[in-house]
């Protein structure tokens, strides 16, 4: 069965940046996209961004853009999420998620937990 | 602020039924909802305004009428309390979250 598996917990310092992995296996990935989400204590999830299928496609919500770059590594079945010049509101855990049916996303990594202070 | 509009919070006793809203759906747009645990990832119940994925329980059912999307919990039980999110999209973005709602079991 599809599972999404993400790298640990990460500390950075106000305007460093942050690279979270996510593992993909149990499917082939040909026609499903991988978003992201992240979701801050005690805050809904936010949407921030997706890659599509074939590797090119992508947007991200408008206050990403600038500083949110998504990446696959095909070989190695690993989407990756880099947000840089962080700030205190970046704090949050981050998930990734694969596109499933109608827009719904399923399933879910674990989460990466990113804090951000100085 | 999110562009859907979800009660902060829903109760209700065993057995009984309850009803979340979501306001703010656009009259072309498919609806999921997601359920989350403390500390858990979310897990779509709902998606494509009222079909479950398989597994999930066929307590959860799934409606939409004119700009409004509900998501009914039928025989409430005490593993029901959660947080629950309605997702739509809109012209740019594909999954816009609601504020979510807590559904306490009393």
């Known amino acids: 069965q599809a599972q999404l598996v993400q790298s640990g917990t990460e500390v950075r310092r106000p305007g460093a940046a942050v690279k979270v992995s996510c593992k993909i296996s149990?499917?082939?990935?040909?026609?499903?996209?991988i978003a992201w989400v992240r979701q801050a204590p005690g805050q809904g999830p936010e949407w921030m961004g997706r890659?599509?299928?074939?590797?090119?496609?992508?947007n991200s919500a408008p206050k990403f853009q600038g500083r949110l770059t998504l990446t696959i590594d095909s070989f190695t079945r690993t989407a990756y999420m880099e947000l840089r010049s962080l700030t205190s509101d970046d704090t949050a855990r981050y998930f990734c998620?694969?596109?499933?049916?109608?827009?719904?996303?399923?399933?879910w990594g674990q989460g990466s937990l990113v804090t951000v202070s100085s | 602020q999110s562009a859907l509009t979800q009660p902060a919070s829903v109760s209700g006793s065993p057995g009984q039924s309850i009803t979340i809203s979501c306001t703010g759906i656009?009259?072309?747009?498919?609806v999921s909802w997601y359920q989350q645990y403390p500390g858990r990832a979310p897990k779509v119940i709902i998606y494509?305004?009222?079909d479950r994925p398989s597994g999930i329980s066929n307590r959860f059912s799934g409606s939409k009428s004119g700009n409004t999307a509900s998501l009914t919990i039928s025989a409430l039980q005490g593993e029901d309390e959660a947080n629950y999110y309605c997702?739509?999209?809109?012209?740019?973005?594909?999954?816009?979250f609601g504020g979510g709602t807590k559904v306490t079991v009393l």
């Open positions: 998620a694969r596109e499933w049916r109608q827009n719904s996303l399923d399933p």
């Open positions: 149990g499917y082939t990935r040909t026609a499903q996209g």
């Open positions: 890659m599509g299928a074939d590797n090119r496609n992508t």
């Open positions: 656009s009259s072309d747009s498919s």
């Open positions: 494509n305004i009222s």
């Open positions: 997702t739509s999209s809109t012209g740019t973005i594909p999954v816009v």
